[in-house]
């Protein structure tokens, strides 16, 4: 900071290079953090998974999985009961699910769910789980798993989850009379997809609709407590009234476990699989720890089970470097692209914020909705048998677990199903695109000063010009040089001569003194105006973040006016609501600035405000991507070149 107040630090040679390079500069910045990230794609460049928990032990069993034809039974029965009972309906079979896990000796519990849409409307809906406890023998119900799988009915625009749900309890069939568990398996069949999840897991960590605890550490759904017209209730969205309740009401779990270690679940369509896509992505861009994603892919290849991820296939291997290099750009892609929505991709992802490793195996066939990968036609399909397999491989590596999954990355990209990169490595693409920002609010910032210390120096150079022309305008110079050149003139002469030089000497001084005067007024009130300036544009910038955190929360408010005045549901009303507002703001903020000051803003004030921009939205990529890389990738990306 003190070359930046020095008031020579004009004439310091790097902030003449800066001056001059700090364009090209930034440009390379900017490409090389575009080359960097795709380079990472290559073989050389990323590295071979590997296992850091070695209390894991993965394929070192011996499985003993026999439930294939309980599996097809459970399936045949399932889909029966669907099409008997619920063919034209979309609740749950909880009779059903009830009494075969009663039978399979599980400690069975429902779990009930209420939500009351947050947009209002007086919407509610309602939910209600299903989940069975198979206790460990050798423990006393201190650690959990959790193997659960979403139920769909068969009117769902998504796949059907029948066969996973089939597995499951074929899978529960057979782990109930083993005595090697060290922990309880919680088998979970929840309703409303995420819905159901959330609510479940809120109700057993004790979230219930009544702590405070709720709203500060996880911040959940809220809305306000009354319904009106009145402005009060109106401006509640905002966060300004005190009475509010939450809008998911999770309830309260009759049965639990003890603390959940890791979470497995199932989204398996067809009793016989192409292969299987294991789903990572959570909410927010959370992963899980990078053990638990290598122990799903090893066990998958112990199984005789194919899996992919993104654009990575286990089932193609090539030799080619470019192909392969191409191959592990585009599954870096499809990854950045799934964290950046910051939606989970499956039930796993809301287990993450809670502090549990949880993936989501998907089955998929050759004629799946997702694509159809190459050579799937040939690959040998995998039944019930080589998935209770691998399910049961799983479970039994995860049983081994001593303490929480810690030792391993969790933040990381894949580049294939064998292939991770960590933080280390691709933290250094975002960081040039940040400095490329930072380069050019420095580059800004010294123009600023330049431009003030120029106009400075012609402030000073004022009043030399003026004392040197009046001094030229004094008469009895030359009558001065020619007394030294003609000493014969009498002294007389010199006399008169010389009292119009003190005359012109004392004018000269009036002069200097005056112009002193002139520029002490000028830089005095040059200061003034820099000071409101700078009032002017911080008063302006925080109404910019004002009106932000407005529109942020504006679609309560929105869906209000929409709902009572326009008689518009809360979807649309929401979304012309903020159509609305986005181009009244692109009217309006050309004038912003005007409101707190009188005229239009100079270049410098232009370039302060540019500068605080710059330093803002650097810190604010460099913060978001320590969290959610991609997505913090993605933003620097797009806002360096503007």
Known sequence: MGLLSDPEYGSVKWVRVLKKIHGPLCFLCYIGA?????????????????????????????????????????????????????NDMDEMPIPWLVGKMSQLHLEVYTHNFTLNYPLGQGQVFKGTNVYGILRAPRTSSLEALVVSAPYRPLGSHQKGTAAGIAL????????????????????????????????????????????????SSLGSFWKPGTTGKKLEQMLAGFGWSNEHQKCLDPGKLKGRSGSIQAAINLEIHDPKIKYIEVKVEGLNGQLPNLDLVNLVHKLCVKSGIHHSYKNSYSWIRTRNKMEEWMNGIWTMLGMVSTQIAGVPNGNHGLFHRFGIEAVTLEGRSANDM?????????????????????????????????????????FYLLAATNRFISIGQYMPSLCLLCVAMLIRALALWVSIQQDADEEDKQIDEQPKRKAKTSESEVP?????????????????????KSEPK?????????????????????????LEESRMSIVNIGANYLLVHLIGYGVMNSPLLLSQIGSQYF????????????????????????????????????????????????VEVSTACLTVGMHNFPLGLAAAALYTPL
Do not use: C
Request: without cysteine; glycine residues 4%.
């Open 34 to 86: 575009l080359i960097w990230f795709v380079m990472l794609g290559h073989r050389e460049f990323n590295n071979e998974t590997y296992f850091s928990e070695n209390a894991l032990l993965p394929g070192l069993v011996t499985n003993e999985f026999n439930g294939e034809q309980a599996a097809k039974q459970f399936y045949n029965e399932f889909l029966q009961e669907l099409e008997d009972k619920y």
């Open 168 to 215: 499951m309890l074929a899978f529960a069939q057979f782990a109930r009379p083993q005595k090697y568990w060290a922990k309880d398996i919680i088998f979970l069949v929840t309703e409303h997809e995420q819905l159901g999840m959330q609510a479940w897991l809120e109700a057993y960590h004790g979230l219930q609709s009544d702590t405070e605890t709720f709203y």
């Open 370 to 410: 997702a694509g159809t990968p190459p050579k799937v036609n040939s690959l040998s399909p995998a039944n019930f048998y080589r998935l209770g397999v691998a399910l049961e491989s799983i479970l039994r590596s995860l049983n081994n677990l001593l303490e929480r999954f810690h030792q391993s990355y969790f």
């Open 476 to 496: 009895g110079d030359n009558d001065n040089e020619e007394v030294v050149e003609q000493t014969q003139e009498t002294t007389l002469r010199h006399r008169k």
């Open 502 to 526: 003190v005359l012109g000497d004392k004018e000269a001084k009036e002069a200097s003194n005056k112009a002193k005067k002139e520029k002490k007024h000028k830089k005095t009130k040059k």
């Open 567 to 614: 008689d518009l549901l809360s979807e649309v009303a929401v979304y012309y609501g903020l159509v609305a507002i986005s181009v009244l703001l692109a009217i309006v903020t050309p004038f912003l600035p005007r409101l707190l000051r009188a005229g239009r803003m100079s270049t410098e004030e232009m370039a302060l405000v540019n500068i605080l921009v710059l």
